[in-house]
């Protein structure tokens, strides 16, 4: 399926998108993931949390909607 | 009471409201970007009680976004310099300056005597010191972060709702996430954040509509888009911090978050006699290393897989690139376990190894 992925911060300057439609043919946020690594090596050492339908996931949750955002924490006030 | 005039004419304040405003008590984590906006509504507002606490100076590059500051306040303390502007825009209500660094020894006294604490400070150790003390406490946060262009706004630990340890369990690596003084930050986004923020104590002290918790709103000053994203509460983070009351004061926040990591080349780390290397990637990741005694556990796993680890031997972590291995030296750390990343990470030592390979077998 088509997935929506909304990238925010400094991931955006990682992936030189705020926002992309990736092709994903597997099932689970891991396997999400081990693809957007894939793609941008350097995420991998990035904090972030993973969105999907606007609900933060944890564990290696089922990809079952296209609205995806990774979300890193600021520290800036 | 025509100060308040116009929020009593509002039927969701009225008098008792502006009561309710007056009785409550917010504490304000720095007087910065973020803790100048909040602190000029929330002082206009009326709050009857408005703490502030900042142990830095007034700076000129402050003033671009630091708005409660003028010239005149440089070199000043940012809590007395706050104070003095506000008591000038109200003189009817009690503000508290306290010209220190927020610690683990004064942060439980302090949030103890507010009814709100707003988190409007601008590094990571402080973030998660406020947000233990809070829940231990059991106070509310008003949390707001921001980088560049982009803001974060939530309300933490609210009416049994999740703490930022729900959203962010543990810190990032240390110097992972820049500053605002680091990369710059558009002057009028804290003031947009921060007047969130402000928004969000007034509808907690009126009872206002329905609270940023258990949520995260993220705005965006480019596309002028909001994300409102939904995140549940983990038991397990919140259990953490309660068990871990009577170590509070003694726990070294800077430490874990913006601690000075222990790094060692691989050449350094293949002459340690007794050494045990980490793996900390995940198994798949290439190129493989074969060395004597490496055990391989990935980031994620180490917390679980302390009993592999060798406390007689120099434990030495590494990654691909040396950022993941930083961030499983700062783990072990929270365990009383020391430890070193490998700079430069696998490929390095690979080559380390290689090179000493060949210098062996030239020496035969």
Request: aromatic share 6%; hydrophobic share 40%; glycine share 8%.
């Amino acid at each position: 399926m088509k997935l929506n992925i909304k990238y925010f911060g400094l991931l955006a300057e990682v992936t030189k998108c705020d926002e992309e439609v990736v092709e994903f043919t597997e099932t689970t946020l891991s396997a999400l993931l081990e693809q957007l690594f894939a793609k941008y090596p350097s995420l991998k050492e990035k904090d972030f949390q993973v969105a999907q339908n606007n609900t933060i996931v944890s564990g290696d949750a089922e990809i079952m909607e296209s609205e995806i955002a990774l979300l890193p924490p600021f520290s800036g006030g | 009471m025509e100060r308040y005039s116009r929020h009593i004419i509002l039927s969701e304040v009225g008098p008792e409201g502006q009561e309710r405003i007056s009785r409550s008590k917010v504490l304000v984590i720095g007087a910065g970007g973020l803790g100048c906006p909040v602190l000029q509504y929330l002082a206009a507002a009326g709050i009857g009680t408005l703490g502030i606490i900042d142990f830095d100076v007034v700076e000129r590059s402050n003033l671009q976004r630091q708005v409660l500051f003028g010239t005149s306040s440089l070199g000043m303390n940012k809590a007395v310099a706050a104070r003095e502007r506000l008591t000038d825009l109200n003189p009817t209500i009690n503000i508290e300056a306290y010209p220190e660094r927020l610690t683990t020894n004064n942060a439980l006294n302090l949030f103890e005597a507010y009814d709100i604490i707003v988190d409007g400070s601008d590094n990571f150790a402080t973030r998660y010191l406020v947000n233990d003390a809070a829940i231990l406490c059991s106070k509310p946060v008003v949390y707001g972060a921001i980088y560049k262009f982009e803001g974060q706004v939530s309300v933490f630990n609210y009416d049994d709702g999740p703490s930022y340890r729900c959203l962010f369990p543990t810190p990032p690596a240390a110097g992972s996430v820049a500053n605002c003084s680091e990369v710059g930050v558009l002057g009028v986004l804290p003031g947009i954040i921060g007047s969130m923020q402000a928004n969000e104590v007034l509808k907690i002290v009126l009872g206002l509509g329905s609270v940023l918790s258990g949520k995260i709103l993220c705005y965006n000053a480019k596309s002028s888009e909001t994300i409102s994203l939904s995140l549940g509460k983990n038991s397990e983070a919140y259990q953490k911090v309660l068990q871990g009351r009577s170590q509070f004061e003694g726990r070294n926040y800077e430490a874990t978050c913006d601690m000075v990591i222990n790094e060692i080349t691989a050449e350094e780390a293949i002459r340690i006699k007794e050494v045990q290397f980490i793996d900390v990637r995940d198994a798949h990741e290439l190129p493989r290393i074969q060395i004597d005694g490496c055990v391989q556990i990935p980031l994620d796993q180490l917390d679980g897989q302390l009993e592999q680890l060798d406390s007689q031997q120099t434990l030495v972590l590494f990654c691909q690139s040396g950022i993941r291995s930083r961030k499983g030296v700062q783990l072990l750390e929270q365990h009383g376990i020391n430890s070193y990343s490998l700079l430069g990470g696998a490929k390095s030592l690979k080559q380390q190894l290689k090179m000493e390979s060949e210098c062996d077998s030239a020496k035969k």
